[in-house]
Each structure stands twice: as C-alpha cells, then as structure tokens.
C-alpha cells in the first residue's frame, strides 16, 4: 500500500521521502540486452554524425557554392551545441525524468536529421545542424549513465566497454560511412541514414527504460544557464574559428576570447553559491573525478586527432578517395573492438590495476604516434599504417573502460549523471582543443618547412641545376612551377609528421597522471536480485 500523503504547514500535501528516493533499474536477460541495443545505437548516431559529415563538407560546400569558413558552421554550430547541453544533463534528467528526457534527446536528433537532409540553403543545414546537437549532446552522458545503472556493480566493466564501442568506435567509423555515403549516394544520405536506427532506440527505450527516481520539479537558474552558454559557446568558437581567422589577429576572437574567460569565471563563482546550481560542480572535489576529465581531455586529443589529421593527409598527399581514407581507420576500430572485451573483464574483475591500463593504454597511443610520424611521407601505401594504427587501437581499447569505471566508481549513485557529464565534456572539449592545437601546428609548421626546404633549392646543387637545364634552364616558368609545388607538397607531408608528434609528446607526458586516479573498489559478484 502506498504511503499516506500528510499535510505541510501551509496544508499542501506532500509525499513521503521514501516516494521520491533513487531505486534500482538493475535489469537481467532479454530486457537488459534491447535496452543495451537501444543505448549504444542512439550513442554511435550521435558520435559517428560529429565525424561523418566531415567527409561530405567539400560536396555540400560545392552544392550550396560555399565558402570554406562558411561550410565549417555545419561542425562548429554542431559542437557547440553539444558542448553547451553535456553539462546540463544531470539538471535535464532530474527535471523531467531520464526515459522523457532521453526519448525526447533521440526524437530532437532525428527531426532535426531529416531537416539537415531537406535543406536547400546553407543557413537552414547550419540552424538544423545546431538543433540537431543541442539533441545529440542530451545523448551521451545519458546513455553512460543508464548503462551504468542497467548492469550490476559486478559488471561495471561490461557496461563500460558496451559504451565505449560507441564513443571510441564511432569517430573511427563516422568517416568510413561518410566517403561511402558521399561516394555513392548523395551528402544529404548521411543525415537520413539516421532514422532508422533512431526508431528503433525510440520504441525500445519507451517499451522497457524505467526512471531511477521521479521527476522533480526545480527552479531553472536562468543567469548560470546563460553564463554557461556564454563561455563554453565562446570557448568552442574560439578553438574551432581560431586558425581559420589568424587567432587574435581577428576581432572576433579577441572579443570571444574575453567572452569565454568572462562568462566561465562568472558561471563558476554564480554557481558554488547557488543552493541548487543547475550544473553541479560539487563532483569535482572527488579526486577521480577531477583527474578522470583531464585523463578524458587527453583522450579526446588522441581520438579526434588522428581522425582529422590523417584523412587530410591520405586524400591530399597520397591521392585516396574518400572511401579509402576512411578504411584506413578501420585498422585502429578493428584493434578496438577485438581486445575491448578483454580489458572490460579485467577491468571488472580487478585482475589488473585499472590504472595501469590508462597508463599503458596512454604510453601506446604515445609510441604508435611517433611510428605514423616515421611512416608519414609521400611514397607511403594502403597498408604502412596498419602496424601503428593496430598499436593505436590497442591503446584506446586499454584506456577507456578501466577510466571509466575509476572515475564512475568513485561517486554516490546520485552523483554518477553529474561525473559522466563533466568527463564526457571534457573529452568533447579535448577533442575542440586537439583540432585546434594540431590545425595550428599544420599551417605554422608548414610554413616552417616550407622556407627550410626552399632555402636549399638553389641554382649551385648539382641535382637542381641538372633539372632546370633539362626544362629550358633558369628562365624557363615549367621546371621552376614544378620545384615549387614539391616543396610545398613536402613541406605539408612534414607538417603532418608533426602533428603526429605533438599527439605522442601530449599522451606519453600525461600518462603518469593515471595514478592520480583512486584505485576502484570491485565488488564481488551476486546472484540476481542481490543488488
């Protein structure tokens, strides 16, 4: 029987505690499996979409006659969106329940998939691409959370691991999918490829998910929403506009720049004085937690790095198309789905240190940078990448799971939904800083190499007199145009190598900072229902 309502002082009736407090949603068999379904393939639609438009950015920047900064909107609107609605979760959760929130998270991305698809100008591709991340970022920490809770304690490194086929499979894929889509169909194929997919999570998320604890009604803090809007959007334009524009040389970076500082700095302060702060900064003062998000922006470093970097590099130094491009990064998801289950075991057995892993998985991805920097050169093939990428895999494969679980691990059940928030924004965040840092480092480097190698292009070398005499001499335009577009080919393949550099000096640098990290608690395994 349910509890009896009792009256307040001001005689509204008010509900037992005992009504609104956090039950289990442990699910077994069958149900736990659609409802796993459900969750990693609402998970990969939105990671794979961050990725695999932008393979089909130069056909869409053709069809509408764009200009390269203005098709970039159709990511950066995209991310920034994204970034804005990861930390709000927990509060949007809490609110209106996990299922509504997060059937209604699927049906913003699908509606506003279809309108990306339908679009007939720029600006209406870009305002659905910003709608379309303001649901997709509803997804991700969502979803971590609801696996978190599906499965046992006993199983934490399971759930990780199913969540991570998602998260860290899916920027390989996204571009994959996206040359064969734009290859073979039409740019407009990758947004409508969502659907599907999409209804199918939908219908089964409304059949079996179940609330871990009723909706609750709570003020909405409307100046720490628009303070956060303020600095993260601002921090996002920054980081993804900033070398397109020459950095502070632009008035509009400056002017975010300063926006970006002040609203975060006014939002922090706003929100520790806030009884109930609709993002919860509290999490932070959990030792995990903290090294947990800087562990995961290094992640996102390594992750969306290679993802950027090494397509660019195939399609315009080594002549792929899109499709091959992406099958390139097959090596590094193959690798991940292979051992993924293995460390997910151990990991949730406690066989080995999780952080351990994290380390080893960081000092890998560290060497297998260096290697692909080493194999980075204008005669490389199909399959130089396969020994590097494979070690690459097999890095990520280790990190994942077992930094999961350490830093999930180290919170109340209540406050999981504000952790997975804070640490699957900072691995968004660490992927915006990676295309930054290493777009940066590409344009400055080759600008460096470019004047080394031109520097030694001189009439007095035998082997550059001899091909000029062969083209008509000195004078002649045809050999000279010939030199100078070697040059700035080499110097390019060189800058590539770089990047792949400054990603290993990055990984193999903070791998240690897995210590920091508390050693998980892995508790014995139950029969059901001992939960």
């Not at 056909?59 to 990511?75: K, L, R, T």
């Not at 303020?230 to 920054?238: A, C, E, K, W």
């Not at 506009?241 to 002040?262: E, H």
């Not at 008509?472 to 060189?494: C, E, I, K, W």
Request: hydrophobic share 50%; proline share 5%; aromatic share 8%.
């Amino acid at each position: 029987m349910a509890s009896a309502a009792t009256l307040s002082p001001n005689g509204v009736a008010v509900r037992p505690a005992a009504e609104y407090a956090p039950r289990s949603v442990i699910e077994y068999g069958w149900r736990r499996s659609l409802i796993t379904l459900a969750i990693v393939t609402a998970t990969l639609l939105e990671i794979v979409d961050v990725t695999i438009v932008n393979v089909a950015l130069p056909n869409i920047q053709g069809n509408f006659g764009a200009s390269v900064d203005e098709a970039a909107w159709i990511g950066t609107g995209y991310i920034i969106a994204n970034v804005i609605v990861i930390p709000l979760t927990p509060w949007l959760q809490r609110r209106f329940g996990r299922r509504q929130y997060y059937v209604t998270s699927i049906a913003i991305f699908l509606v506003a998939s279809v309108m990306c698809g339908l679009s007939g100008t720029l600006e209406e591709l870009v305002f659905w691409r910003i709608i379309q991340g303001l649901g997709g970022g509803g997804l991700i920490s969502t979803s971590q959370a609801i696996l978190r809770e599906t499965y046992p304690s006993s199983q934490q490194g399971k759930a990780a691991g199913l969540f991570s086929m998602g998260v860290i499979v899916g920027p390989t894929l996204g571009p994959v999918l996206g040359g064969i889509i734009t290859d073979q169909l039409s740019w407009r194929w990758a947004f409508f490829v969502n659907v599907v997919p999409g209804l199918v999570a939908i219908a089964i998320v409304l059949a079996l998910l179940r609330n871990p604890e009723r909706p609750t009604k709570m003020p909405l803090d409307y100046l720490g929403l628009g303070f956060l809007a303020v600095g993260i959007g601002s921090l996002q334009y920054v980081l993804d506009q900033g070398q397109r524009k020459d950095w502070f040389d632009d008035a509009s970076i400056v002017t975010c720049s300063v926006a970006a500082v002040a609203g975060l700095v006014a939002f922090v302060v706003w929100e520790l004085r806030q009884a109930r702060p609709i993002v919860n900064l509290g999490v932070l003062r959990y030792r995990s937690v903290a090294a947990g998000s800087i562990l995961g922006m290094v992640l996102g470093i390594s992750l969306y790095g290679s993802v950027l970097i090494l397509p660019q590099y195939v399609q315009g130094s080594l002549g792929f198309t899109a499709t091959l491009s992406g099958e390139v990064l097959v090596f590094r998801a193959g690798t991940i789905l292979l051992f993924t289950p293995f460390v997910a075991m151990l990991a949730s057995r406690g066989t080995i240190d999780a952080r351990i892993f994290v380390c080893c998985g960081f000092v890998l991805i560290g060497i297998s940078n260096l290697m692909l920097a080493n194999v980075t050169t204008t005669g490389s093939d199909f399959w130089t990448f396969f020994t590097s990428l494979a070690i690459s895999g097999l890095g990520l494969a280790q990190i994942f799971v077992p930094l999961t679980v350490s830093v999930l691990s180290s919170v109340p059940p209540r406050e999981i939904p504000g952790a997975a928030a804070f640490f699957n924004l900072s691995r968004q965040i660490g992927g915006s800083i990676a295309i930054a840092v290493l777009v940066t480092i590409l344009a400055r480097s080759a600008a460096i190499h470019q004047t080394e190698l031109a520097s030694e292009i001189t009439y007095h070398r035998q082997a550059v007199a001899e091909f000029l005499q062969r083209g008509g001499g000195q004078q002649a335009s045809a050999p000279a145009a010939t030199l100078s577009r070697l040059v700035d080919q080499q110097a390019l393949v060189l800058s590539y190598a770089d990047t792949a550099r400054a990603v290993a000096v990055i990984s193999l640098c903070l791998a240690p900072l897995a210590f920091i990290l508390k050693k998980p608690k892995i508790p014995a395994a139950g029969p059901p229902g001992a939960e």
